[in-house]
């Protein structure tokens, strides 16, 4: 079945850097993208997605890339701040008729003063 | 963030007993799913809902039961079968039955706040 790998698990940024999560996925029928953002406790909120009709999309400071090629896709997240600390999420589409996720592990970021 | 609920917020189970998890949403959202969530392992599917008195096993439906008897509602029951149910609960919906690309809408799935299950 569909897997989703995302790296990395933890990542600590200074504010004003950019941040990178990664996420492969292995069904080439996959054909959207969603990346979730969850602060603790709270539940996740979708913050962009992309449909593989498309390589970016962009939002602000939140862009994402997808390569089909590769099958992997890319989170960016420019001008960090301390409130995008949050655990984030990948996850990709399965199924041609009704359309299920399958998300990544979580990639817990930590954005400092 | 409205819209979808979840109850009750926190949930203490006994050895053995059956316990049902609620999840109501008035956003007239077709396709309903239930996930468990645990430390390092992301969100998982236990099972979903695409229409009215239909639903399906995800990837770890073991231990748990599910019932679609009105489209605003889709509770969850984790049986005593369920070995290790402690564990955050999210509930979520969405319009889209995987037609988003054709008819224009968004498949975005719309999560309810958790029920977080002990057991004890």
């Known amino acids: 079945g569909e897997n989703v790998e995302q790296h990395p698990s933890t990542l600590s940024v200074q504010e004003g850097d950019s941040a990178v999560i990664k996420c492969t996925y292995s069904?080439?029928?996959?054909?959207?993208f969603p990346w979730y953002k969850q602060e603790l406790g709270k539940r996740p909120q979708l913050i962009i997605d992309?449909?593989?009709?498309?390589g970016e999309k962009k939002d602000q400071r939140i862009a994402v890339t997808l390569n089909k090629t590769a099958k992997h896709f890319s989170l960016h997240i420019t001008e960090t701040q301390p409130e995008d600390s949050a655990v984030y999420f990948c996850a990709a589409s399965i199924g041609t008729g009704f359309q299920k996720l399958v998300f990544g592990t979580g990639t817990r970021l930590l954005v400092s003063p | 963030d409205g819209g979808i609920t979840q109850s009750p917020k926190y949930l203490f189970r006994k050895e053995g007993q059956n316990v049902t998890l609620s999840c109501e949403q008035n956003?007239?959202?077709?396709?309903m799913y239930w996930y468990r969530q645990d430390p390092g392992q992301g969100l998982r599917l236990i099972y979903y809902?695409?229409?009215?008195?239909?639903?399906q096993k995800g990837d770890i439906a073991e231990g748990y039961s599910v019932s679609r008897e009105k489209k605003e509602s889709f509770p969850l029951t984790v049986t005593s079968a369920q070995k290790n149910p402690t564990a955050f609960y999210l509930c979520?919906?969405?319009?889209?039955?995987?037609?988003?690309?054709?008819?224009?809408?968004?498949?975005?799935?719309?999560f309810g706040p958790g029920t977080r299950l002990t057991v004890l």
């Open positions: 979520a919906s969405s319009t889209s039955s995987g037609q988003g690309i054709r008819r224009g809408s968004r498949d975005e799935q719309f």
């Open positions: 992309i449909r593989s009709n498309v």
């Open positions: 069904d080439s029928a996959s054909n959207y």
């Open positions: 809902s695409q229409i009215v008195n239909d639903f």
């Open positions: 956003l007239n959202h077709d396709a």
